[in-house]
């Protein structure tokens, strides 16, 4: 079992930047691949981005070029940046953890981020 807890989120204003961390309890942190999400009212959960434990990025097409997903390995920590923020950035942001080949796939509580000034 791997528990992820997001956090950084709260209020921005239109603008202003975002860093997310997602820390995750477990020993095998490195085979985990690790993705963010993000919820707005009223909408599905939105892919932002995966990385994988060796570093391999993936963005989803529509979130290219304006988020950055990275991780600390040592640190059992994924990071989400963005600037720029705008109040359709307002959501809820997940951490996901899946052990590719197997069935194990798990969700952090998410973190609320609201874009207002």
């Known amino acids: 079992q791997v528990q992820l807890v997001e956090s950084g989120g709260g209020l921005v204003q239109p603008g202003g930047s975002l860093k997310l961390s997602c820390l995750a309890s477990t020993n095998d942190f490195i085979k985990y691949t690790i993705a963010w999400y993000r919820q707005a009212p009223g909408n599905q959960r939105d892919l932002i981005a995966t990385i994988t434990g060796g570093g391999f990025t993936y963005y989803a097409h529509s979130m290219e070029g304006r988020f950055t997903i990275s991780r600390d390995n040592a640190k059992n920590t994924t990071y989400l940046q963005k600037i720029s923020l705008t109040p359709e950035d307002t959501a809820v942001y997940y951490c996901?953890?899946?052990?590719?080949?197997?069935?194990?796939?798990?969700w952090g509580q998410g973190t609320q981020v609201t874009v207002s000034s």
């Open positions: 996901n953890a899946r052990l590719l080949g197997t069935s194990e796939n798990y």
